[in-house]
């Protein structure tokens, strides 16, 4: 399962069922969290107009994005990448972190508030795996701009973005990375992120 734990980009058009989708709601908010302050806010997105206009916001950032490796090798071929399935995904799902939460009063953030944040990650990858124990896949889309994505969703001014998931049954499957299989990137042996002081 780890294995295929994969950032999923090309969908088919199933639909997830809804009984699916609040067990793995159900299943992110057992993920562990500072001070049990539970921060993190899941907005699923079922409006058609909102949804095309974050695919829209995407694309120009994504445009803007390429620009990084203009008059480089890589600038074309970043071109050719998928880089998100915000089209064809059955389920469209914002990940907020509430950065003022009442519950957990406080508790372990005094020197670490970034905890708040990390709490709402480990949410995402409980969510993620049990996603993929039910056969579905997930997508995180990233080339956006964080505060364009929060006024159009309209939510308050203390929560923070974390993650814009696609999230549906995949296309097809495979133990390789779509970026690995596109040459962008292989994966690196882990004992090269393995250090003793």
Request: overall charge negative; some cysteine.
């Amino acid at each position: 399962m780890l294995r295929w734990r994969r950032d999923v980009r090309h969908f088919d058009r199933r639909a997830v069922a809804e009984a699916d989708m609040r067990a793995l709601l159900a299943c992110a908010a057992f993920a562990p969290s500072v001070g049990n302050a539970q921060p993190w806010r899941f907005v699923r997105l079922r409006s058609p107009g909102i949804r095309d206009a974050l695919a829209v916001h995407v694309d120009e950032q994504n445009a803007l994005a390429a620009e990084r490796y203009a008059g480089q090798v890589r600038h074309d071929h970043y071109l050719s990448l998928k880089l998100h399935g915000l089209r064809e995904t059955p389920e469209l799902m914002a990940v907020f972190c509430d950065e003022q939460p009442e519950a957990g009063h406080g508790l372990g953030i005094a020197t670490m508030p970034e905890m708040l944040r990390y709490s709402c990650v480990l949410a995402i990858h409980n969510l993620w795996l049990a996603a993929r124990l039910r056969g579905i896949g997930l997508g995180w889309v990233s080339i956006l701009d964080p505060q364009t994505v929060q006024t159009m969703l309209d939510v308050p001014a203390h929560w923070s973005l974390i993650a814009l998931l696609c999230i549906g049954y995949p296309a097809n499957e495979t133990d390789t990375p779509e970026l690995e299989q596109r040459g962008w990137q292989p994966r690196e042996p882990s004992s090269d992120r393995v250090f003793e002081r």
